[in-house]
């Protein structure tokens, strides 16, 4: 498969940019990126919604631009940025959708348990809601697990 569009979720921290490495070597192969960002604005007591909302677009929109011109300049020809406003995994779903993406390259914290109760979990958000193909990346120090809880060892011993 050599996809034509690919869409990188990003929330401007240094985990979701993980991604980019990968993203940005498929893409060299002359597909476009397209760079997401989902933005929400927290509600505060006696403020104006609305200004909130424009302000935490344009911060995103300021950050994608970096970002889409680091891309550039590693030699990725085609680079578009889209910012939506609402919940992540809706986010991406929908513009995978609406941009016919045909692979998603994104990170994950790898929690699982109790983290992963209460933060929720985007990538699973994104698995269950879509059929664009995805690839997960899991950046170094990231916890691993073994299915059913307890760690992995680092190293297998045979005998």
């Given at each position: ?35 997401l ?19 935490v677009?344009r ?101």
């Amino acid at each position: 498969m050599k996809p034509r569009k690919i869409l990188v979720p990003l929330d401007g921290s240094r985990l979701a940019e993980a991604a980019l490495g990968e993203a940005v070597e498929l893409a060299g192969a002359g597909a476009t990126l397209v760079l997401l960002r989902a933005a929400e604005a927290p509600l505060r007591p006696l403020s104006d919604p609305t200004d909130a909302q424009v302000e935490v677009v344009r911060e995103a929109e300021a950050y994608l631009e970096s970002v889409a011109k680091r891309a550039r300049e590693a030699c990725v020809a085609q680079v578009e940025t889209s910012v939506w406003y609402g919940p992540p995994g809706d986010a991406i779903i929908d513009t995978a959708r609406a941009r016919g993406i045909d692979l998603i390259v994104m990170s994950s914290h790898g929690r699982s348990g109790l983290g992963r109760v209460v933060f929720g979990s985007v990538a699973e958000t994104v698995l269950r809601g879509t059929r664009t193909p995805i690839l997960l990346i899991r950046p170094d120090g990231a916890p691993v697990e073994k299915p059913g809880g307890g760690a992995r060892p680092a190293e297998v011993s045979r005998v």
